[in-house]
């Protein structure tokens, strides 16, 4: 762990409030914060364990499980809603039964015109999301049925 | 000589595909043998045009949309690179009624300018706010700012000048300017568009506040949510050179908390705490990042600023109406026919944009309710449409303007189901400071939800929960909550009355 944290640590060395930063690079890096980083980070911030794990559960982006082969994230907020979001994302739910994927709500994406708005990975957006375009792009992924 | 191709890379864009066609585009001219130049601009904010291809001809400059990367060949084939007629073909989308009406100031260059080249954004106009800026005196700066009337964008609505000035009288050494980019209300997508179309304007912005209260590093807080925002400001950064002259700027990113926006929240957030409210006072302006006084504003009130130093306090003042002075970009949403970004000065009505530039429902249907102002805006009826867009004319209404998102519903919303999400979603976002905020909301599901399955009688229980929140939280995320509750209870009270669902099983929530 200490090998794969020490060049994150080293980016961000002096500077200002950098709690977030490094969580970020760590959750980009290994996809979540997994439970053995949290000493090391307290360490290295001079910071009590309880403050990092505290930081980290207080933010729904950060996760402290691995997640699925994929990450898709749903646009659950009004303007999505208005549009449909809701049975998409019973859809989703159905569909991703079994898979290796990690599906979450997200309260908006910047794309509420063109709603349902969905999320994958760190930065593949897409517009109008129907249940068979989910389909389509989950078929598209390779995600089993 | 190469030809010059606009295609978006604005989030919306490349959500309808921009990416593909770009390629496609990249790879047909290839196999023909045409030099061409693809510039990622940002949006021009019509959505169901996207993804929007503009070609530079000898006419101007030639739309056609939306593209697909099927209509590729067939584009060239037509001699789109000369501007020739298409079925796509939409000519100087600047002609269009619904760019031509607007008037758009602080988003002008967006969908124009190439984002990623500072000597592009000089030439069409961009940095002459700094230039001036660094010839005034640090209160001469401020005042303009203050004479142009401008009030924050990010929804409260203060006066910019009277924050910058509060600043300017401290006399700290090290003063922060930080850029809220939070933007969490849905619906709403001007401060994205912003950063990812123009992101120099908000540099710009930001540099200018820095000289006018003394401050030499500023801080932009993007929510996680937006990462071409992100990938977008950096570059820019990367590029800007000495431009700002001694003015440093970091962007640091959110972590999906909707009550990181607010101001004092968002300060915790990137001095690396979780995400709790401060109390006030202090204000920020007087002790804020790290203890030192602190500017803090929207992403659009910053890039106000540019124009207002380079064109004088007046010609932004006198756009407006009654205290609301100058320019909002409102963003339609939600189901709406013709979507986008609307740029234009208070006054109008929330009918003309629902109708005249956002065409009615997507779906066809009649609208029922909007949602103005995110999700601690007003749900407003029909009969509240023909309400000025205006600050004080919504707060007349029970309502507020916000951040200018315009969510539309057809009439197939349940709004006891509206009103029911409002207070879950307080309930997942609060910071858990104030226990009206805290316990209120989750009290508040159980109630609504209890209404819903006919227990009407405790609809009383309701409004006395939701005066509980507005008065004795601490800040708008409890205390604007009851807004969507109860204009949902008071316009649209028969969605509260048949039984609509039956009571759900314990943990059951958002999908
Ligand atoms: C729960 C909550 C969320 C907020 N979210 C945002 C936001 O996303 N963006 C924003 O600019 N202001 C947001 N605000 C308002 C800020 O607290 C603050 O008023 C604003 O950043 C000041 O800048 P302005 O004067 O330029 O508007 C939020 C306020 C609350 C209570
Ligand atoms: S109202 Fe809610 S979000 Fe605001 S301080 Fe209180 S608990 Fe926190
Ligand atoms: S509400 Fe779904 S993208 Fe904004």
């Known amino acids: 762990m200490n090998t794969k944290l020490q060049p994150i640590f080293d980016t961000h060395k002096g500077k200002d409030g950098a709690l977030l930063p490094i969580l970020h690079d760590i959750q980009h890096a290994l996809g979540y914060v997994p439970e053995e980083a949290v000493p090391l980070i307290a360490k290295q911030l001079n910071l009590s364990r309880a403050e990092v794990h505290g930081v980290i559960t207080y933010y729904h982006h950060f996760r402290q499980t691995p997640p699925g082969k994929h990450v898709v994230q749903l646009c659950c907020a009004e303007a999505c809603q208005a549009n449909g979001s809701e049975a998409l994302a019973a859809h989703a739910a159905k569909r991703l039964q079994g898979a290796d994927v990690t599906l979450e709500p997200v309260y908006c994406l910047g794309l509420c015109s063109i709603g349902p708005a969905v999320l994958i990975g760190e930065d593949e957006l897409h517009a109008h999301v129907t249940p068979q375009k989910f389909d389509a792009l989950m078929n598209g992924l390779g995600v089993k049925k | ?511």
């Not at chain 2, 109708?355 to 779906?363: A, F, I, V």
Request: some cysteine; aromatic content about 8%.
């Open chain 2, 1 to 511: 000589m190469s030809i010059t191709i606009y295609i978006p890379g604005d989030a919306a864009a490349l959500a309808m595909g921009a990416d593909a066609v770009a390629d496609a585009i990249t790879a047909e001219a290839m196999q023909r043998n045409i030099k061409i130049d693809i510039v990622r601009n940002g949006s021009r904010g019509l959505f169901w045009l996207e993804p929007l291809v503009e070609v530079v001809t000898a006419q101007g400059r030639v739309a056609y949309g939306p593209v697909t990367k099927a209509d590729v060949p067939e584009l060239f084939a037509a001699k789109f690179l000369q501007g020739d007629k298409h079925a796509l073909r939409l000519g100087d989308i600047e002609t269009l009624p619904y760019l031509a009406k607007q008037q758009r100031v602080s988003l002008r260059r967006v969908g124009i300018v190439d984002p990623r080249s500072l000597s592009d954004y000089l030439a069409q106009g961009g940095g002459k706010g700094l230039a001036r800026a660094r010839k005034l005196a640090p209160a001469a700066i401020v005042q303009q700012v203050t004479d142009s009337g401008l009030r924050g964008r990010g929804g409260a609505a203060f006066p910019t000048g009277i924050k910058w000035k509060t600043v300017l009288d401290t006399t700290a050494t090290q003063k922060y300017i930080v850029c809220n980019a939070d933007e969490g209300d849905s619906g709403t997508f001007s401060d994205r568009m912003l950063m990812e179309g123009d992101p120099y304007c908000l540099l710009e912005g930001m540099a200018i506040a820095g000289l006018a209260v003394g401050a030499n590093k500023g801080y932009i807080y993007v929510r996680s949510e937006y990462p071409h925002a992100i990938a977008a400001l950096n570059a820019a950064l990367k590029d800007a050179g000495d431009w700002l002259g001694d003015f440093s700027i970091e962007v640091r990113m959110g972590a999906g908390a909707y009550v990181c926006g607010e101001e004092t929240a968002l300060l915790e957030s990137i001095e690396g705490r979780r995400g709790i409210v401060r109390s006030k006072p202090p204000l920020p302006a007087i002790s804020g990042l790290f203890g030192q006084p602190t500017v803090i504003n929207n992403v659009i009130t910053f890039a106000s600023v540019p124009d207002i130093l380079a064109q004088g306090a007046a010609f932004y003042r006198d756009l407006g109406v009654g205290r609301s002075r100058g320019t909002l970009p409102f963003q339609l949403a939600g189901n709406i026919k013709f979507g986008g970004l609307v740029e234009i000065p208070f006054g109008a009505t929330l009918r003309e944009l629902l109708y005249d530039y956002g065409g009615g429902s997507r779906s066809g249907r009649p609208l029922r309710a909007v949602q103005v102002g995110g999700p601690l805006g007003a749900y407003l009826p029909e009969s509240q449409f023909d309400t000025v867009l205006d600050y004080e004319a919504f707060a007349a209404v029970g309502a507020v303007l916000g951040h200018g998102g315009i969510v539309a519903f057809d009439d197939t919303v349940d709004m006891a189901k509206q009103a029911r999400y409002a207070m879950q979603f307080c309930a997942l976002e609060s910071c858990g400071k104030c226990t009206p905020c805290r316990i209120g909301s989750t009290r508040g599901v159980e109630v609504i939800d209890r209404i819903r399955a006919g227990a009407t009688e405790q609809i009383p229980l309701l409004r006395d929960l939701c005066d509980t929140m507005t008065y004795g939280s601490m800040c708008a995320m409890g205390g604007m909550t009851p807004y969507p509750v109860l204009s949902a209870l008071n316009h649209f009270a028969e969605d509260f009355s048949a039984v609509k669902a039956p009571l759900p099983q314990a943990g059951e929530g958002l999908g």
